[in-house]
């Protein structure tokens, strides 16, 4: 990484430790020289990283008017109702919202027309929206959309207007506009949105949850013991310090009611470092976690097993598995949104592999698992993404051989450390 150039960015930004997701407005004056242009990789390591600037609003000779007094104001996401996201009263988020409102789309952002869009939600994140029209002109209309209705992904526009109203507005994006996006976008849908929902009620869906952590944030995990988890390293790292204080919830659409154990214990890779994780990809097959919970809910839902798959099939055995993947999507609601075969498509010799199933956020820890009539083995965690200049994102999965080793240990309590209290720069013991 450009640590010159870090330093200087984070220095003019005032870094400090932020909620997740938390988007970077890039944007502004700076000038940075081409050689040292943050890759998309490096500005996702920020978002999560750095609070929101505050500055003073954008000047429009347009009509519409505002403050920047909400919260939210100034992160690069339009926020007023109507507009935008909603989190912000009507006329609050002004400097996010002005160019939207009166429908001015430019190239004022700094990141404008490197090849990637910049702009939150579908992009990196690091430009305001309505300033990267070049690279983000063909997903102008997925903005502030999602597919969080009941009956998102059934092939019915439920939307009010050009659907039967059953959903609300904005909430039924892949019936209503449809499923083909764009290779520039920054999500995991190479070209066409193929999820589906998942039952929650039934096995293995069941044991797919979300923890939500205690510092912020959530990510997805899946039972592969009566009492242990599977997840991202780095859902749990919150600035450099491990930080496991969560709940995990599961079981959502279960007879009796969702589900819920405290986290208590964790497991890392000894070599998880979360700074040279997000400079590089020397360490992807460092980024998982395995997590105790306080009640043995495997005993009520089950769990699914564990494989390494290249380990037991080899690499082209596991390139033509059939995988089975879901995850608590950022744009799926409260749904279990995933895919049903889809595939590795390539193996890597550091415990990664390359996969083509439509994630996104909050499907990091999310499991890719292989079935075996009745039986499920989780062979994959999904992780983070690889810049592919020409080409579309490749995106990383940790395969299962990179715990393994340490699964039946942990299991059996002979390893772990407590998740009452986070951990700061101490790698964990073998």
Same mark, same amino acid.
Request: with cysteine; aromatic share 8%; hydrophobic share 35%.
């Given at each position: 990484?450009?640590?010159?150039?870090?330093?200087?960015?984070?220095?003019?930004?005032?870094?400090?430790?932020?909620?997740?997701?938390?988007?970077?407005?890039?944007?502004?004056?700076?000038?940075?020289?081409?050689?040292?242009?943050?890759?998309?990789?490096?500005?996702?390591?920020?978002?999560?990283?750095?609070?929101?600037?505050?500055?003073?609003?954008?000047?429009?000779?347009?009509?519409?008017?505002?403050?920047?007094? +909400?919260?939210? #104001?100034? /992160?690069?996401? !339009?926020?007023? @109702? $109507?507009? =935008?996201? %909603?989190? *912000?009263?009507?006329? &609050?988020?002004?400097?996010?919202?002005?160019?939207?409102?009166?429908?001015?789309?430019?190239?004022?952002?700094?990141?404008?027309?490197?090849?990637?869009?910049?702009?939150?939600?579908?992009?990196?994140?690091?430009?305001?929206?309505?300033?990267?029209?070049?690279?983000?002109?063909?997903?102008?209309?997925?903005?502030?959309?999602?597919?969080? +209705?009941?009956? #998102?992904? /059934?092939?019915? !526009?439920?939307? @009010? $207007?050009? =659907?039967? %109203?059953? *959903?609300?507005?904005? &909430?039924?994006?892949?019936?209503?506009?449809?499923?083909?996006?764009?290779?520039?976008?920054?999500?995991?849908?190479?070209?066409?949105?193929?999820?589906?929902?998942?039952?929650?009620?039934?096995?293995?869906?069941?044991?797919?949850?979300?923890?939500?952590?205690?510092?912020?944030?959530?990510?997805?995990?899946?039972?592969?013991?009566?009492?242990?988890?599977?997840?991202?390293?780095?859902?749990?790292?919150?600035? $450099?310090?491990?930080?496991?204080?969560?709940?995990?919830? &599961?079981?959502?659409?279960?007879?009796?009611?969702?589900?819920?154990?405290?986290?208590?214990?964790?497991?890392?890779?000894?070599?998880?470092?979360?700074?040279?994780?997000?400079?590089?990809?020397?360490?992807?097959?460092?980024?998982?976690?395995?997590?105790?919970?306080?009640?043995?809910?495997?005993?009520?839902?089950?769990?699914?097993?564990?494989?390494?798959?290249?380990?037991?099939?080899?690499?082209?055995?596991?390139?033509?598995?059939?995988?089975?993947?879901?995850?608590?999507?950022?744009?799926?609601?409260?749904?279990?949104?995933?895919?049903?075969?889809?595939?590795?498509?390539?193996?890597?010799?550091?415990?990664?592999?390359?996969?083509?199933?439509?994630?996104?956020?909050?499907?990091?820890?999310?499991?890719?698992?292989?079935?075996?009539?009745?039986?499920?083995?989780?062979?994959?965690?999904?992780?983070?993404?690889?810049?592919?200049?020409?080409?579309?994102?490749?995106?990383?999965?940790?395969?299962?051989?990179?715990?393994?080793?340490?699964?039946?240990?942990?299991?059996?309590?002979?390893?772990?450390?407590?998740?009452?209290?986070?951990?700061?720069?101490?790698?964990?013991?073998?």
């Amino acid at each position: 990484m450009r640590t010159g150039l870090i330093a200087a960015l984070a220095a003019i930004l005032c870094v400090s430790t932020s909620q997740a997701d938390e988007p970077l407005l890039a944007g502004g004056p700076t000038a940075i020289a081409e050689s040292d242009a943050l890759s998309s990789r490096e500005i996702g390591s920020w978002l999560h990283r750095i609070q929101k600037p505050q500055r003073p609003g954008d000047v429009s000779t347009g009509g519409y008017t505002g403050v920047d007094t +909400c919260r939210w #104001a100034n /992160d690069g996401e !339009c926020d007023d @109702p $109507g507009l =935008g996201t %909603g989190a *912000c009263e009507q006329g &609050t988020d002004y400097s996010d919202c002005w160019r939207v409102a009166q429908g001015i789309e430019d190239d004022s952002c700094q990141w404008a027309r490197d090849g990637e869009c910049d702009e939150p939600g579908f992009g990196t994140g690091a430009c305001t929206q309505a300033t990267d029209l070049t690279d983000c002109g063909a997903i102008i209309n997925l903005r502030f959309r999602n597919d969080s +209705c009941e009956t #998102a992904f /059934d092939g019915v !526009c439920n939307e @009010p $207007g050009t =659907g039967n %109203g059953t *959903c609300a507005e904005r &909430t039924d994006r892949a019936d209503c506009i449809g499923r083909d996006r764009p290779m520039t976008i920054n999500d995991h849908y190479f070209g066409h949105d193929d999820r589906v929902f998942m039952d929650t009620s039934a096995f293995p869906w069941n044991v797919v949850g979300q923890i939500e952590l205690d510092s912020g944030g959530a990510c997805t995990a899946t039972l592969i013991a009566d009492d242990v988890l599977i997840t991202a390293s780095h859902c749990i790292d919150d600035d $450099g310090r491990t930080d496991a204080r969560a709940v995990f919830h &599961t079981a959502y659409d279960r007879p009796g009611g969702p589900l819920e154990a405290r986290v208590i214990d964790y497991f890392i890779d000894p070599d998880w470092n979360e700074a040279a994780f997000s400079a590089g990809d020397d360490l992807d097959g460092t980024d998982w976690a395995l997590l105790r919970i306080d009640r043995p809910l495997g005993r009520e839902l089950g769990h699914v097993g564990v494989r390494g798959l290249v380990r037991t099939a080899g690499n082209s055995g596991a390139l033509r598995a059939d995988l089975h993947q879901a995850g608590y999507s950022w744009d799926t609601g409260a749904h279990l949104s995933g895919n049903i075969g889809c595939h590795m498509v390539n193996v890597y010799n550091d415990n990664t592999m390359a996969h083509n199933c439509d994630t996104t956020r909050g499907d990091s820890g999310s499991p890719f698992m292989v079935r075996e009539g009745n039986e499920y083995f989780v062979v994959g965690t999904d992780s983070n993404f690889r810049s592919n200049p020409g080409g579309p994102m490749i995106y990383i999965a940790v395969r299962s051989e990179a715990w393994l080793n340490y699964y039946e240990d942990f299991v059996a309590g002979r390893i772990g450390h407590s998740a009452t209290q986070p951990m700061a720069g101490v790698k964990p013991m073998k």
